[in-house]
């Protein structure tokens, strides 16, 4: 059992190094000499005698012993001149001597009774040399995706016509009056005349565009990223264009979108505490009234809730099904919902009738090194862009107000 009186008791591990190293160079210079020794009386006898094979054994074996015992002590102390290396481990016997309880119990006269002594080491994430350090073997988990965003979903564009446009500029004729004076003309009378105007209206294609600007190592070393940057640079413009073909107001580079240029909803017929289920119906009559019937509703997710959670006296939904599945869909026609319009608005009407988006360029993403000073700092620039006019060849054919649940 180690105690105070033992010769290595309270020495550094540097002076406990010198004190092998010296044994070393001792037992090297013995090794050596019996080294001589024997090569001495090879010669001379022509063979070796059993006891000086037998020191010669000996030598070797405590040099090996030494030289082992002189290599761990250089590796502890290029631990302890390391990062955290004040602190030196201590041994079972160190911590046992140095015990406060131990030294009270051997310096009475009785020597009799027991002392308990408990030796914790507890097992952490750290990342020392110290006893019950575990960190090293504790490795961060990385999933492979990026975790995005959540992204709207796009559904104005599904339901306006499409179409391509070549130049600039969009022009198309619109009637803006007839008055029919057709009737019944007896014989040899004359034919009423009818009139007919027309309006030439035009409109230019707009821009929708941004970038981002990347490392050249970034993108080389997680390509995942290219990709990643690539989409959400094009949910960005679909996000952009839905809000421009229904709110857009035609100044500057904004498109003149659908809401801006709609009939304001007039109930055709007068009810008594119209619910918004019949709002919607006679919002469907009015468009049918100008000849455009309805192809569908488009509402806020807010709205559409509100609708489907509407109950009789008995507390039975009139509409929703919680256990349903179907496609929404309202007084027949589908129900759009997007929060691209705002709570309590509703916008009725005959969509690919009485619009139509033209596309002069398609989204496209191009990258370059040339913008700026990007070449010298090894940055690219990811640009994102699309070109498109908007055509809303009948207002009429579109019904917008609001359900008047808000004030």
């Known amino acids: 059992m180690a105690n105070e009186g033992h010769p290595s008791a309270g020495k550094s591990v540097e002076a406990l190094a010198a004190e092998v190293k010296a044994s070393f160079s001792k037992s090297l210079d013995e090794a050596r000499s019996i080294a001589e020794k024997a090569l001495s009386e090879v010669q001379a ?19 090996n012993a030494l030289q082992e015992q002189l290599a761990g002590m250089e590796q502890k102390m290029v631990r302890l001149s390391g990062p955290g290396g004040n602190t030196c481990d201590t041994s079972l016997g160190q911590t046992f001597v140095a015990d406060s309880k131990i030294r009270e119990f051997l310096d009475s006269q009785s020597k009799r009774g027991k002392v308990d002594m408990v030796f914790k080491s507890t097992i952490t994430s750290a990342t020392t040399d110290a006893a019950g350090s575990a960190g ?15 992204e709207r979903r796009m559904t104005i564009r599904d339901l306006i016509t499409p179409g391509q446009m070549d130049g600039n500029t969009l022009e198309y004729v619109r009637e803006t009056g007839f ?15 009818s009139s007919i105007k027309f309006d030439l209206v035009n409109t230019t294609a707009k821009v929708i565009g941004h970038y981002m600007k990347a ?57 008594e505490k119209a619910t918004s289920i019949d709002v919607m119906r006679l919002a469907m009559l009015q468009a049918a009234l100008a000849e455009y019937p309805a192809t569908a509703h488009v509402l806020n997710p807010v709205d559409w809730a509100w609708i489907e959670t509407l109950k009789d006296s008995q507390g039975r939904y009139l509409i929703g099904n919680p256990q349903g599945s ?21 916008l009725t009407g005959a969509f690919r009738l009485g619009a139509q988006v033209f596309d002069r ?19 690219v620039t990811i640009l994102c862009e699309e070109r498109l006019a908007l055509a809303v060849y009948r207002p009429e054919a579109f019904i917008y107000g609001d359900f008047g649940r808000i004030d």
């Open 45 to 63: 006898n022509g063979k070796l005698s059993g006891s000086v094979q037998e020191k010669a054994d000996e030598a070797l074996i405590k040099m």
């Open 136 to 150: 090293r073997l504790v490795t961060n988990t990385r999933l492979p995706d990026i975790i995005a965003a959540p």
């Open 179 to 193: 008055t029919n004076q057709a009737g019944m003309v007896a014989e040899t009378e004359a034919v009423p005349q």
């Open 215 to 271: 490392s050249r190592q970034i993108l080389d070393d997680a390509a995942q990223l290219a990709s990643y940057i690539d989409g959400r640079l094009r949910y960005g413009l679909a996000y952009k264009e839905e809000a421009q073909l229904l709110n857009g107001d035609g100044t500057g580079q904004n498109l003149l979108g659908i809401i801006p240029q709609a009939k304001a909803y007039s109930a055709p017929i007068t009810m």
């Open 326 to 346: 179907a496609t929404p869909t309202l007084w027949g026609l589908p129900v759009v919902t997007t929060q691209a319009i705002g709570v309590d608005k509703f």
């Open 361 to 379: 360029w398609h989204v496209r993403v191009e990258v370059a090194t040339e913008h700026g000073d990007d070449f010298i700092h090894n940055r």
